[in-house]
């Protein structure tokens, strides 16, 4: 099969791979379409000691079933495999589970024209969706479990709140679709990339600023500040903008740089959530988000031949990019 590996630090290359071979329990997919992650990007600058080359990344994925029960389905996956029987899983905490494992980390992923995945994982999809927009189910899925942790704890609905999102990425942008259509419109959004923020303003689904050039346009008076970028500096950055008594939701995981004001925290009651992955009920909760069109059209995801995966893979480095998200599908299913 042909597949886009991971074979040097800002190094991929479209080749021949060998078939999957799923162990007991697992089944084949043939691949409609997978997108890059901000963690597959973490990769490819090699700055991820779990993922080490050569290695298929991807796990952003939908496709179709060649084998067991669900033989001939469209499915997506849930790339986050866990043991099922442990503590966190019986108690619908499955993101948490100890034994965890992600396709494309230490497991062959999803950038390729099949992949294996534990049968467990698999959720099924509408005949007729989308598979560019399936194939941002986990994504949403992120995003969404972000928001949900925040409205548990929340003190007023999120449609009463002024929020800030660091980073209009993939989660960024997903989660000011979902603020929106859960009827929030006080939305600012931080992104230094000029290309994405005209493309996060064509959504109406926040105000963007350059965080480089300007302070959040209400800093200090944020009731949750959602940090999809996750390093020292927006730390920092998110530790100003919230308000007294407000949320800080940290779902990016780009380094471990020291940045919480520790002493705001503690003085001003402030609550940080730690987000990791999702449950399967926000998968689900997703693909019908998707498929309902609730987050928009997504006429803003970019989608490209796998065989052009390793320009792709440039051009986000480079910042070239306006989309938050760019799609690769097998050469044989682009028109």
């Not at 992650?37 to 600058?45: I, K, L, P, R, V």
């Not at 959040?216 to 100003?240: I, L």
């Not at 779902?251 to 399967?280: A, H, P």
């Not at 997703?286 to 893979?313: H, T």
Request: glycine residues 8%; hydrophobic residues 40%; proline residues 5%.
């Amino acid at each position: 099969m042909k597949a886009l590996v991971y074979t040097n630090t800002q190094e991929m290359t479209y080749r021949d791979e060998p078939l999957p071979t799923p162990p007991a329990g697992h089944v084949v997919m043939d691949v409609s379409a997978a997108a890059i992650c901000g963690s597959d990007m973490h990769a490819y600058h090699g700055h991820d000691e779990r993922r080490v080359p050569p290695l298929i990344l991807g796990h952003e994925v939908c496709g179709i079933v060649r084998e067991g029960k669900y033989t001939g389905q469209r499915m997506v996956i849930n790339p986050l495999m866990t043991c099922g029987i442990c503590h966190d899983c019986m108690s619908g905490r499955s993101n948490l589970c100890h034994k965890r494992e992600l396709i494309g980390m230490y497991l062959q992923g999803a950038l390729a024209e099949k992949v294996a995945i534990d049968e467990r994982n698999l959720l099924a999809i509408p005949d007729d969706m989308d598979p560019i927009k399936a194939a941002l189910t986990e994504p949403t899925a992120t995003a969404l479990h972000a928001i949900v942790l925040v409205e548990r704890i929340a003190y007023r609905p999120l449609s009463e709140m002024r929020c800030l999102i660091m980073g209009g990425g993939a989660i960024g942008l997903l989660a000011a679709l979902i603020l929106k259509a859960k009827g929030c419109f006080n939305v600012d959004m931080a992104e230094t990339n000029a290309l994405r923020r005209t493309s996060v303003n064509a959504q109406d689904c926040a105000t963007t600023y350059d965080p480089i050039a300007d302070k959040a346009p209400h800093n200090g008076n944020y009731d949750v500040v959602f940090d999809c970028v996750g390093a020292g500096a927006t730390r920092k950055s998110a530790s100003e903008a919230v308000r007294p008594g407000g949320i800080i939701s940290h779902v990016g995981l780009q380094n471990t740089e020291e940045g919480f004001d520790s002493r705001r925290i503690t003085l001003q009651e402030l609550t940080v959530l730690g987000n990791y992955c999702y449950s399967m009920a926000d998968m689900q909760a997703s693909i019908d988000m998707l498929y309902n069109e609730q987050l928009g059209d997504l006429n803003w995801v970019d989608v490209r031949p796998l065989s052009k995966g390793a320009e792709a893979f440039s051009d986000l480095h480079l910042g070239k990019v306006a989309a938050a998200k760019i799609v690769l599908r097998p050469d044989h299913l682009m028109s």
